[in-house]
């Protein structure tokens, strides 16, 4: 019996060593598929097709790969608006490109600055007479913005297309969280500094309301002026001064009534475009499915056009979504991360430095963390621009005031400049429970915070204090960088937001353009002519697996019906994602209360992301908080 078992335990380990084995050669076989990078050798002559599903971003998010395949729904997709810029610009001049066909089933929008990029590309390629189509099932004002560049914009029969301008409702807690005798303790300097009022009030402040009007109504003109320039048939009056009567005049036909309104060219399926585009660029010698066309993808066209490596480098850093303490990112802005980057970059000789910031601020501390980073450029001589795409608010602003040259655009979200700090306690909860806090305090400060007891009148003073004090600071830097003095940088503070043209007039930004002018800016500042320089962006890497994995997840859910980027083909589809979308909202606004969080600042009169961060609140309480609220809140809950 001894030696069949010591012949069994041999059986057995090489039974589990084959395991392991065959289980290493299937994930060296999974990583080498799911690594396979976009092939320039799938370019043809033909169309450039450039599927715009999910959102355009100014930085892709980072993917989990195994977070990502047990996920019950499949990721949102991301599009970086350069790449899409930078394929339309080369199409121009490409005698393989005969059209263009923008994809946009799936597509759910990106950010004013973002589109009107890739709106101007657009333009341009229809001025090289190279003709550019959109198709959709549900245009919206983001889809119209980009389609109003078309030369043809395609819709489905059983389609919508709607123009409902900016705006819209926030949510209020202040009746809730007095319904659960919860105490939202703010501190906050700023009398604009509306990031707090979710949680105080049950409505918009007159402030608030003020100053939000003014934002969006610029906004609003912006839009208004690109798209009826682009498409002067567009009958905008008609479409949002009376939308019942313009859907009913069409027989409550809304594909019909958008052709009638000039939002659309053609009515058809995807195979009639299809056939449109064969005509235009030939047909598909492999596929004889209905709709078919010769065409390259935007993945392996851009793999195909390369990177350009002449002259000398413009390092660019982007800093892009909420600013928070750590290694997030990238799609969100870790501060450590970011400054790592920039740190590294110092010793790689760098002509100049473009500071492209996307963000609606977030937390002070790592927002510090990278201005100290960007400041040793300056420090070293070397020239700093700061490109701003469509938010740079709040710490977004924060970040930008070591350079020495400000590019907005007209419809950049800038100003913000405040900080607040929002702490809940629990003491009446608590009481109404029964529960009450008792015990000995050698101080005032003995056993603060308290979130049962509640804080005491010396805790509340020094936490306002210390938010007065952030607030000083961030006047002192804005005060130093943009050479005003600090009463007049008080005076457009206060949490204020402005659009880009207003805040060039108040001396916030110092000229229009975006990061092109930016990079051609620094390049300038640095000596380097005109194509003797070009950009590296610090800290990217060639995609790997993320596509692929997106892809494969997205088609697993869209067989299970839980794909987030579905097509919406009529109002009532489009009330239901909003609908979805609701749940992530309310989700965000208590994870903004209730997490650990230091001094912010944050811009929540900002327009909400269109996803989710990919920071998230399981994530952030993994480490160790920054800032002396947020370790305060950490050490009470420890």
Known sequence: MNFVGKVWK?????????????????????????????????????????????????????????????????????????????????????????????????????????????????DRLRKAKKPVLTFAYAYADDQMLLAANANEVWLDPQGMAVIAGPGGSNLYYAGLLEK????????????????????????????????????????????????????????????????????????????????????????????????????????????????????????????????????????????????????????????????????????????????????????????????????????????????????????????ATPGERIFAEPETITGSIGVYAVVPTFENAAARLGVTADGYRTTELSGQPDMIGGFSPAMDTLLQTSIGGTYQDFLKLVSSARRLPVSRVDQIAQGQVWDGGTARQIGLVDEFGGLTEALEWAAAKAGAKKGEWHAVYLGEKDENYDSLIRQLVSSEAAKAGKARTAPVGDIFALTSMRSQ?????????????????????????CPAPLAPTAATPVAAAAQRPEGMLALLTWLAGS
């Open 180 to 399: 659960l005798s919860i105490n939202a303790r703010v501190y906050r300097v700023g009398a604009f500094k509306s990031g707090v009022e979710p949680y105080t009030r049950n409505g918009m402040s007159d402030e608030a309301r003020a100053n939000i009007g003014g934002l969006y109504g610029a906004l609003w003109e912006e839009y208004k002026a690109g798209i009826t320039r682009a498409r002067p048939k567009l009958q905008l009056a008609k479409i949002t001064g009376d939308p019942a009567a313009w859907i009913a005049s069409s027989g409550g036909d809304m594909a019909k009534a958008a052709l009638d309104a000039g939002m659309v060219d053609k009515l058809g399926d995807r195979a009639a475009l299809g056939a449109r585009v064969a005509q235009l660029a030939g047909e598909d010698p492999w596929s004889k499915l209905p709709g078919a066309y010769s065409s390259s993808d935007l993945g392996a066209y851009l793999a195909d056009l390369g990177q350009i490596r002449k002259g000398k480098t413009i390092g660019v850093v982007t800093i892009a979504g909420e600013i928070v303490d750590g290694e997030a990112g990238p799609g969100t802005a870790g501060g450590t991360r970011i400054a790592d980057l920039l740190d590294e970059a110092l010793d790689d000789d760098l002509a100049a430095l473009v500071v492209r910031v996307d963000s609606p601020g977030g937390s002070v501390t790592a927002s510090e963390e990278i201005r100290r980073a960007i400041q040793r450029f300056r420090d070293r001589k070397i020239p700093v621009a700061v490109s701003m795409g469509n938010i740079a608010a709040s710490g977004g602003y924060w970040v």
């Open 581 to 605: 979308a609701l749940g992530t909202r309310i989700a965000r606004d208590a994870e903004r209360l209730l997490g650990t969080r230091g001094v912010q600042a944050y811009c929540l009169a």
């Open 10 to 122: 041999i059986l057995v380990g090489i039974k589990d060593g084959l395991v392991l084995l065959f289980m290493l050669l299937f994930f060296i076989a999974l990583f080498g598929v799911l690594s396979a990078r976009p092939n320039p050798g799938q370019v043809r002559d033909g169309a450039l097709l450039i599927d715009l599903a999910g959102i355009v971003v100014e930085e892709k998010s980072s993917l989990d790969p195994f977070a990502a395949l047990l996920a019950s729904e499949a990721p949102i997709e991301e599009t970086r608006a350069r790449d899409v810029v930078r394929a339309l610009d080369a199409a121009a001049t490409d005698d393989r490109i005969k059209a263009v066909v923008l994809d946009m089933t799936t597509f759910i929008g990106g950010g004013q600055v973002h589109l009107k990029d890739i709106a101007e590309a657009m």
